[in-house]
T-cell receptor
Framework: AQRVTQPEKLLSVFKGAPVELKCNYS??????LFWYVQYSRQRLQLLLR??SRESIKGFTADLNKGETSFHLKKPFAQEEDSAMYYC???????????FGAGTRLFVKA | EAQVTQNPRYLITVTGKKLTVTCSQN?????MSWYRQDPGLGLRQIYY???????DKGDVPEGYKVSRKEKRNFPLILESPSPNQTSLYFC?????????????FGSGTRLTVV
């Protein structure tokens, strides 16, 4: 069965520290993976897409097919990064997207 | 401004009273979807639509109906709401199923069924 697991409900780091939000997926084919972010009182918005290997707001995410992971990383966390982060798996060629339960990142001053 | 608009933002209703949450997008997106967000469970897909008159069930469709008569609109209908449908609902749209098309989300509808 397709599944997205974000093992940490809450992640708290100090400003300037590295941060890694974990995402593991279960899917037998080639996955299409995304990270979405929800800042306080704002709507969910797309942060990153896999394959494009882009860096948005200092965040990057690498797809590791061997470990079936798509962890989100940032070398130096900022207070404005505090938000809820969701990893999502879209089934290729179709329209079904599965979200993880989310990780709340709290960056302390 | 390109956006997904949901109404209402907040709704309190009583068990069994039919309600509709509207969703409209102005981006000519083919694909639209409804999710509910519950603490500890993340977002779960209720229904999705690939185009006009084409809809399919997501992971938690029980108790919900949808329709897609026009490309821009995708209302969520609760024929007989129950307290377990108290949740935060999001509508989302996407240009298509290709990997580079992420979702654009609405601002959410917080529904309370008493």
């Amino acid at each position: 069965a397709q599944r997205v697991t974000q093992p940490e409900k809450l992640l708290s780091v100090f400003k300037g520290a590295p941060v890694e939000l974990k995402c593991n997926y279960s899917y037998s084919g080639s996955p299409e993976l995304f990270w979405y972010v929800q800042y306080s009182r704002q709507r969910l918005q797309l942060l990153l897409r896999h394959i494009s290997r882009e860096s948005i707001k200092g965040f990057t995410a690498d797809l590791n097919k061997g470990e079936t992971s798509f962890h989100l990383k940032k070398p130096f966390a900022q207070e404005e990064d505090s938000a809820m982060y969701y990893c999502a798996l879209r089934i290729p060629g179709g329209f079904k997207t599965i979200f993880g339960a989310g990780t709340r990142l709290f960056v302390k001053a | 401004e390109a956006q997904v608009t949901q109404n209402p933002r907040y709704l309190i209703t009583v068990t069994g009273k039919k309600l509709t949450v509207t969703c409209s997008q102005n981006m000519n997106h083919e694909y639209m979807s409804w999710y509910r967000q519950d603490p500890g469970l993340g977002l779960r897909q209720i229904y999705y639509s690939m185009n006009v008159e084409v809809t399919d069930k997501g992971d938690v469709p029980e108790g919900y109906k949808v329709s897609r008569k026009e490309k821009r609109n995708f209302p969520l209908i609760l024929e007989s709401p129950s307290p377990n449908q108290t949740s935060l609902y999001f509508c989302a749209s996407s240009l298509g199923p290709r990997w580079f098309y992420g979702y654009t989300f609405g601002s959410g509808t917080r529904l309370t069924v008493v």
